[in-house]
């Protein structure tokens, strides 16, 4: 098993950035590849973006593109989202996933974690 925790949410306005962070604990030396999803009120989950936890491999969903960064840092089993001219559009609870297989945009993970609020201002 994999336990995933987000931290890094909170309430900004348009334009600003923000980073988020997943911490991974038990069996990450499984894993081999990690991603961000989020959801809106109202809407379906949306990919983000993932990453393999070996290499340099990210992929990334259309909406985000060029203002969102995927990266991890293996030492300390965390996996990172900066992202960068925010917008309104962006509002939504953010999931960290993982998994121990499967392609980078395979959008099925056997881990999940719990979520953090991102809220953006106009």
């Known amino acids: 098993q994999v336990q995933l925790v987000e931290s890094g949410g909170g309430l900004v306005q348009a334009g600003d950035s923000l980073r988020l962070s997943c911490a991974a604990s038990g069996r990450t030396l499984s894993l081999y590849r990690m991603g961000w999803f989020r959801q809106a009120p109202g809407k379906e989950r949306e990919f983000v973006a993932a990453i393999r936890w070996i290499g340099s491999s990210t992929y990334y969903g259309d909406s985000v593109k060029g203002r969102f960064t995927i990266s991890r840092d293996n030492a300390k089993n965390t996996l990172y989202l900066q992202m960068s001219s925010l917008k309104p559009e962006d509002t939504a609870v953010y999931y960290c996933?993982?998994?121990?297989?499967?392609?980078?945009?395979?959008?099925?993970?056997?881990?999940w974690g719990q979520g953090t609020q991102v809220t953006v201002s106009s």
């Open positions: 996933a993982a998994s121990p297989g499967g392609s980078l945009g395979n959008p099925s993970y056997d881990y």
